[in-house]
């Protein structure tokens, strides 16, 4: 339910009459239901003839009981015409039905006395401290009605928490077809305008190696609402052919459930072709069955060797949360033919340092193209 924006002013005149501070509090909707969005703006404008003069600004923190606050947004120091723009948003999520009054927030603002330059310093010389007249200001207050949801009991599909407003699942991974021991990268996101602050993803898929990372959320705002993400990526690792689940979640419009599933994904395990031989007569197909076998013999042992070391170059990538612990666990864990790989990331981090990128952020993707890399330059032996 979009309503127009209500703005309400509180003006402070100061310096003969001019409006040098501004301060405005708006609530994007006057009604709203439980657990629906509704967005709190307040703004401070300060007029710059009077910019110099101020030595602190403090905006009380916004509490408002039966109600959850979170600060989504905030502008300091923005010239705004004459003035200079300081603005905090809120997005409020009201946890029950009733009429709430958000009372008038407090603006503190400490203005520099004016005195003579002789008097900020005492006869040796050393500094005082400023001193500091502070006057107080208010916000409009402003009053919410939150209605409460009613809900047919055959609708009632919802968790505890529901979440108000349009929203959808989305499901990415890279291919359906890897080998065994490869790694899966697989990306989810929730997108919706209700509260998924305290919401996660867990997954878990019998006999995979599931690796998760922490889940963020980030938010954009699109009119008089903010559009939330929660987003988790996964590392997947399976001998065998496996299904990634359907993730399900509801959200409730104007009163009426609506479900929302993502689709599972069928991942399956590329097993080595198995060659087939035409018979011609016993003996010669006798010799080409031992000469057949030994070569297999010979490619198998030669391919699970290789296997094992990718593999597990693979789970050391997957299980690091950081460069340092990776190339820790490389040179403690794996044999001396290894190096060359270590020293390769050395190197490509070194290289990047000077750059803006940040060697604080585990690339995960980054590791595992460095690694195919390796493997087709280097022949790397292991100890069994």
């Known amino acids: ?19 040098k501070i501004l301060i405005d509090s708006a609530i994007s909707t006057p009604k709203a239901f439980a657990h629906e969005q509704v967005l709190y703006t307040i703004s401070i404008k300060i007029h710059q003839d009077i910019f110099d003069k101020i030595h602190s600004l403090d905006i009380a923190r916004l509490y408002l009981p ?5 600060e989504m947004e905030r502008i300091e120091g923005v010239h705004e015409g004459e003035y200079i723009l300081y603005q905090m948003r809120y997005c409020l999520y009201p946890t029950q039905s009733g009429i709430f009054t958000i009372e008038p927030l407090a603006v503190q603002v400490g203005f520099l006395d004016s005195t003579d330059d002789e008097s900020t310093h005492d006869v040796f010389l050393s500094p005082k401290s400023p001193q500091t007249t502070t006057q107080t200001f208010l916000s409009a207050t402003h009053q919410l009605e939150v209605m409460p949801l009613t809900l047919d009991s055959q609708d009632n599909l919802y968790t505890k928490t529901p979440l108000y407003g349009v929203s959808r699942l ?18 989810i996101a929730l997108e919706s305008y209700g509260d998924i602050f305290d919401l996660d993803f867990v997954l878990d898929i019998p006999n995979v190696s599931i690796y998760a990372s922490p889940a963020t959320i980030s938010s954009k705002q699109d009119s008089d609402k903010y559009l939330h993400t929660l987003s988790k990526h996964f590392t997947l690792i399976a001998q065998e052919t496996y299904e990634i689940p359907s993730f399900g979640y509801s959200y409730v419009q104007n009163t009426k459930v609506y479900p929302i599933a993502s689709t599972p994904y069928a991942i399956h395990i590329q097993d080595s ?34 296997y094992r070391t990718t593999h597990k170059l693979y789970v050391l990538i997957a299980n690091a949360h950081s460069y340092k612990a990776l190339l820790q666990e490389i040179l403690t864990h794996l044999p001396h033919t290894y190096a060359p790989f270590a020293t390769m990331l050395e190197a490509y ?27 087709a330059t280097h022949n790397p032996k292991e100890a069994l």
């Open 1 to 19: 339910m979009l309503q127009k924006f209500l703005f309400f002013s509180l003006s402070i005149t100061l310096l003969q009459g001019l409006d």
């Open 66 to 70: 039966n109600i959850k606050s979170i």
């Open 170 to 187: 989305i499901t990415h991974a890279l291919t359906h077809n890897v080998g065994a021991g490869e790694p899966l990268e697989f990306d």
């Open 273 to 306: 072709p198995i060659p087939t031989y035409t018979k011609k007569d016993s003996l010669s197909w006798w010799w080409l069955w031992i000469v057949l076998c030994g070569i297999s013999c010979i490619s198998i042992w030669l391919w699970w060797k290789r």
């Open 349 to 375: 981090l070194y290289s990047q340092t000077t750059s803006r990128f940040s060697t604080d952020f585990y690339d995960k993707k980054l590791l595992y193209a460095l690694a195919k890399e390796f493997y």
